[in-house]
T-cell receptor, first 113, second 113 residues
């Protein structure tokens, strides 16, 4: 069975600095999708970025980028120029061919002014 | 478009009571999902519906039933609520194709006393 592990329950970063959130996963599939979701205090789940496993190029969305290492089964999220609005829970997620999403337990990110 | 809507936003039940959580989407999506989120955990899949008229169990289906009433609506029923079902429940939908992204509703917070 697939698993998703986020080893950092909480992290803090100074405003305007860069922070990297870690995620590892385990799967025997070769075709899958990986996601980072943001959950602010409102509890709304917001898609930050997604990566198709067959693409070697790392996905980027403005200040958010990923480092996808398929062989190492690693999928980290880098947030550049951190802003106060980035404070939230961040969930790494995996979706395989059965189309079911498996979430990690999350990393709470604090932004220090 | 309202996207994915859920009712109610918050509910308190006594042990043994029943209730139905409602979910609707106006994006003409084929697939719909129900998740629960417990403290310190990511989202876990309860049930999903790949298309109108079909439903399948997810990771934690015990104690729940679902109905895919039509393409727009997917309800989750607790027949006899238990304190272990205290959680935040999220509905999500997706167009249906494998590569598409899931969109989440705002969540329903349920407290079972």
């Amino acid at each position: 069975a697939q698993t998703v592990t986020q080893s950092q329950p909480e992290m803090s970063v100074q405003e305007a600095e860069t922070v990297t959130l870690s995620c590892t996963y385990d799967t025997s599939e070769s075709d899958y999708y990986l996601f980072w979701y943001k959950q602010p205090p409102s509890r709304q789940m917001i898609l930050v970025i997604r990566q198709e496993a067959y693409k070697q190029q790392n996905a980027t969305e403005n200040r958010f980028s990923v480092n996808f290492q398929k062989a190492a089964k690693s999928f980290s999220l880098k947030i550049s120029d951190s802003q106060l609005g980035d404070a939230a829970m961040y969930f790494c997620a995996y979706r395989g061919r059965d189309d079911k999403i498996i979430f990690g337990k999350g990393t709470r990110l604090h932004i220090l002014p | 478009n309202a996207g994915v809507t859920q009712t109610p936003k918050f509910q308190v039940l006594k042990t043994g009571q029943s209730m139905t959580l409602q979910c609707a989407q106006d994006m003409n999506h084929n697939s719909m999902y129900w998740y629960r989120q417990d403290p310190g955990m990511g989202l876990r899949l309860i049930y999903y519906s790949a298309s109108e008229g079909t439903t399948d169990k997810g990771e934690v289906p015990n104690g729940y039933n679902v109905s895919r009433l039509n393409k727009r609506e997917f309800s989750l029923r607790l027949e006899s609520a238990a304190p272990s079902q205290t959680s935040v429940y999220f509905c999500a939908s997706k167009r249906g194709e494998y590569q598409e992204t899931q969109y989440f509703g705002p969540g329903t917070r349920l407290l079972v006393l």
